[in-house]
């Protein structure tokens, strides 16, 4: 055969492939616990050490006699194992990645096309299902979602991942944060060609030939690291989380920044390591000194150290550990006061 007769013979295979492909994938957000969650198989990530639901996946699989060091993965390799039981989805995919702290915008999108494309000659995936990655860890929490929910598009409507697949669920343990990012969902699916909005949330991807995406699709995980944003020091407690994301989180959205806060109950070498070049590189840095934090006073010093611009917060001044005359510091009594404070100061910025 020459070559004009083998190209159109690959055309035409290709051709044949993309028709036996399913052509329209649902994608919706549930909460839930991905190890509790029933899909033909779920997504995990293994960031060099076990975390979060990696882990509580891994330890329970450990039990049902799959060996911890299959699913020790180096950056880039894959494995699909059978959960036997011990999880309520038959497989799960575990996808080795970077370490924790270097896994950004970026790599979430990447994390995403490369699971897809990791599943793409294993049959009998109509249904897979995945979480959240990035907001306890300092990443925006409505970027990750979008470049999470961006990699999935763009490589379905590429062609990419299993002939049967049908539907892809994102799952959120945190019924709040759940209810948040389902606005950053449809913000980004719901103007995006070749997608049609369902009941019930769910949102109807069609396979096309070229791939185009609405904005905020389209730049979570491409451009995300040069977007301003704002980064928050606060201490990590239960009483403080609405202050963050009502009082805090929705005056820097308005103000046109990616919010960042880390979770201080991670804290190791990589993440203190990104925090050092998030402030260093932050629009603002935005610090609640509520409840006195130590880990809060030295980002606050480190900012300063670099230069940073700086806005300090705090629900009553008795709790301050130093003198603030000579600085600016928005004294709040409730969430409201804070938000309209804030956004104040936000807008004196630009």
């Not at 995990?44 to 891994?58: D, E």
């Not at 999108?109 to 300092?138: D, I, W």
């Amino acid at each position: 055969m020459g070559r004009r007769g083998r190209r159109v013979g690959n055309s035409r295979r290709k051709a044949l492939q993309w028709d036996a492909m399913a052509q329209f994938l649902d994608v919706a957000l549930k909460v839930g616990d991905l190890t509790e969650f029933t899909a033909d198989a779920v997504l995990f990530k293994y960031a060099q050490s076990l975390y979060g639901a990696t882990g509580q996946a891994a330890r329970r699989l450990e039990q049902a006699g799959v060996p911890l060091a299959q699913l020790e993965l180096a950056p880039g390799a894959t494995r699909l194992v059978e959960t036997r039981g011990a999880l309520t989805a038959r497989r799960a995919l575990f996808v080795g990645t970077v370490r924790l702290g270097e896994f950004g915008y970026h790599e979430i999108r990447q994390f995403a096309v490369r699971a897809l494309a990791a599943l793409e000659n294993h049959s009998g995936l109509a249904h897979v299902a995945g979480t959240v990655h990035g907001p306890n860890y300092g990443l925006d929490e409505d970027e990750a979602v979008l470049a999470f929910v961006g990699g999935l598009v763009e490589a379905f409507q590429r062609g990419s991942g299993p002939q049967s697949l049908a539907r892809f669920t994102v799952v959120e343990r945190n019924a709040s944060r759940a209810q948040r990012l389902a606005k950053a969902f449809a913000r980004g699916l719901s103007a995006t060609p070749g997608v049609e909005t369902l009941p019930e949330g769910v949102f109807r991807v069609r396979r096309m030939s070229s791939v185009t995406q609405a904005p905020p699709l389209a730049t979570a995980g491409t451009v995300s690291m040069a977007k301003p944003h704002a980064f928050v020091a606060m201490p990590f407690a239960p009483e403080l989380e609405d202050t963050y994301h009502y009082g805090i989180q929705g005056p820097v959205k308005a103000a046109r920044m990616l919010c960042e806060r880390v979770d201080q109950e991670l804290f190791d070498g990589p993440i203190i390591q990104r925090i050092r070049e998030r402030i260093e590189t932050a629009k603002v840095v935005i610090a609640d000194l509520s409840l006195a934090n130590p880990n809060v006073y030295l980002e606050v010093g480190y900012a300063w150290g670099r230069g940073r611009p700086t806005l300090l917060l705090v629900r009553d001044v008795k709790e301050l550990r130093f003198d603030v005359a000579s600085y600016r510091c928005i004294v709040y009594r409730n969430i409201r006061e804070l938000e309209q404070s804030l956004t104040k100061e936000l807008q004196r910025m630009d």
